[in-house]
């Protein structure tokens, strides 16, 4: 899918829906930034300083810069001349000399200035954001960027404030960290607003009171649902109540099913407690890495000097890659690209649809997302594992067990099933194949 296959009324109508949603978020409320982010940085990230080489790094651009610090390898030496790409619409981009040696070489450990530019350009257009202060981060995909944050944010032995079910992928990074977590709960709308009052409400010790909320509004993995606007914003403001910062995973965000685009929480922020991660993984390329974290400098500092010391910035050339085709497109035509990924994951979404009423009604149940790429399951028993894990690859059909998605292990009859990637007649037979087990 690419923005040339789009008709020009999509454009026209998306540019009248976000110029509406823009107007609204004017009127929401004025910016009070949080004055102290101290109080929220994890005792591990607070030891953490600029680096020394990496913080040369920015002033390589400065004209007539002469640099014998940094150990930077001579391009001369890179036996690559040039990359060449093909476009599904025909168009060839070819990628060479200065241009290509920059990206070749080592980079800014917050991004390619020049994709970071046209990063604010897409956060303006679509969130606008009640304050211009905010900075933007380009990571090796949102995981590694997410995972830095809540490094930044937790120590071992914090709770943080989770939905539940929630992403397995975040699990596995917080437990290791020795998180403990406080469950929110979802339903068709999204998180539950007053369940997170109620917790927070009912915490026994201020001092020990979590601080972070982590979250998943769009198409939540792995239930698919979405958090509608409403309730949004009353999480933002239990937010301004407490005192949370807010982490927006949202990589399925332009995979919305309908329009307008729901206002995300990084349009909300007035308070500057907000960090929102993107990612070009489900509408350009799981494979290029490349994804964004947008919000307070203060907090996104903390990622970049843990990236200084880690993998000291996201790769040249996926960043290359990713900066030429959203320049060729312009914000407008990247929109249309992603209405297009959207229309795309809906029809796959009917037809899984059709294949679970056609061999699963009335032994299981199951959620009808509108966006994303995942159907919730529930069924008929009371723990998935065994079945799953077992008898349904014996059967060779692969889901994941609900089980993994809690952040506090139970039993549970849940599973989650993504209709992204099989064909409509894999589906089909898988869905046949789990009645036949059931």
Known sequence: MTAAG??????????????????????????KQVMDYSQFFSENSKLRKHSAIRAMQKYLSIPGMISLGGGLPNTQTFPFESISVKLKTGETIELKDKVLDKALQYGSTPGDSQLVDWLRQLQEQVHNPPYQSYDICVGNGSQDLITKAMEALINPGDTILIESPTYVGILAFLR?????????????????????????LNWPDIATRPKVLYTVPTAGNPTGLSTIYERKKKVYEIAQKFNLIILEDDPYYYLQFKTPLTPSYFSLDCDGRVLRFDSVSKILSGGMRVGWVSGPPALVERIVLHGM???LHPSGVSQLLVHTVLNKWGVNGFLEHTRS??????????????????HLKG????????????????????????????????????????????????????????YSYATEEEMDEACRRLAELL
């Open 363 to 418: 032994k299981a149940e199951w959620t009808v997302p509108e966006a994303g790429m995942f159907v919730w399951i529930k069924l008929p028993i009371n723990d998935s594992f065994d079945l799953i894990t077992n008898k349904a690859r014996e059967a060779k059909i692969l889901l994941v067990p609900g089980v993994e998605f809690f952040p506090n292990k139970r039993d549970t009859g849940y599973v989650r099933a993504s």
């Open 6 to 31: 789009s008709k020009p009324q999509v454009h026209k109508k998306l540019s009248r829906d976000l110029s509406q949603l823009a107007e609204e978020m004017k009127r929401f409320s004025t910016f």
């Open 341 to 358: 990924v959207a229309q795309f994951y809906e029809k796959r979404r009917d037809a899984f649809l059709h294949s679970l009423d056609t």
């Open 176 to 200: 290791p960290l020795g998180a403990k977590f406080l469950e929110i709960p979802v339903d068709n709308q999204g998180i539950q607003p007053d369940a997170l009052e109620e917790a927070l």
């Open 309 to 311: 010391a880690t993998n």
